[in-house]
């Protein structure tokens, strides 16, 4: 099931038929329009308004895919996970099924417990996010340069148009620009582990405990974070019912779920 918590009105929740048992979700496309998820056969693509399943070429082959994003502007994907015995960096592209390894240099290996080094990768392949420890680097896939986010910084995303990227750890959550580092803005208090770009790179959606939650199932709820003035906005639908995996989706692949469920209900009462 996807649950959808519009910014206004009431939550959605639809099936999503047709899964495989044993899959895992990897990432939402750049567009919002579909979700990608992992499993033994490889990446398949969930697109999200004809509920097709459409298996990514070049994706075959993998032990695990723990980070992926599209590109806006071509049919490849860049990621990071473990495939042919060692983990590191890779590109696919859909429409010509090829797969290639990027040059990761001394940051190809995995760490122990399954963590990997290989973190996201910039939406162009040139870039890739790395932790060690208690600092973020950003390493430079064509030179294996690298130059660190910060100690105290263990996650981070790249904005979908690849200019900035999102940083958090010990409780902060930053901004800071993708071609200069001393370019950032600490936007407060942080997420419980998550933090999603939009489609357009202008928001945050992240996830934030509530103490008025603790009575139920769930601990978390959405609140969208303006990258620019800092703004915050508690998504009200989504109090005290979010856990797991969450990310962006198109405003107008939402306006059609909820008019299509309105039309079920005015058929189910006829």
């Known amino acids: 099931m996807l649950t959808l918590y519009p910014l206004d009105g009431p939550s959605i929740t639809i099936p999503l038929p047709g899964l495989p048992k044993n899959f895992s979700p990897v990432a939402f496309s750049s567009d919002g ?23 990514v070429g070049g994706s075959l082959g993998f032990a ?11 049919t490849k994907a860049f990621g990071s996970g473990a495939f042919g015995g060692h983990c590191g960096a890779f590109e696919i592209d859909s429409s010509s099924g090829s797969f290639r390894e990027l040059r990761t240099g001394a940051y190809s290996q995995c760490r122990g417990l399954g963590e990997a080094l290989a973190g996201p990768v910039s939406p162009d392949g040139r870039r890739m996010l790395s932790h060690q ?12 340069v690298a130059y660190s986010l910060g100690t105290g910084l263990t996650q981070g995303r790249w904005s979908p148009d690849g200019w900035r990227t999102a940083a958090w750890g010990a409780g902060r959550i930053v901004v800071i620009d993708a071609d200069n580092a001393s370019h950032r803005k600490d936007l407060g208090k942080c997420c419980d582990g998550l933090a999603a770009w939009s489609p357009d790179s ?27 003035t800092g703004k915050r906005t508690v998504i009200k639908s989504s109090r005290c019912s979010t856990g797991g995996w969450v990310g962006w989706i198109d405003r107008r692949l939402a306006t059609f779920r909820r008019k299509n469920r309105c039309r079920e209900t005015r058929r189910a009462g006829r």
């Open 33 to 55: 329009r579909a979700i990608y998820i992992f499993t033994p056969e490889g990446i398949t693509k969930v697109e999200l308004q004809s509920m097709r399943l459409v298996t």
């Open 64 to 74: 695990s895919v723990w980070y992926l994003a599209d590109s806006p502007q071509s």
């Open 133 to 144: 420890g208690n600092e973020l680097k950003v390493l430079n896939l064509e030179s294996d």
């Open 202 to 228: 202008k928001y945050l959606l992240i996830t934030k405990s509530e103490f008025r939650c603790s009575l139920s199932l769930f601990f978390d709820s959405l609140q969208v974070l303006d990258v620019d």
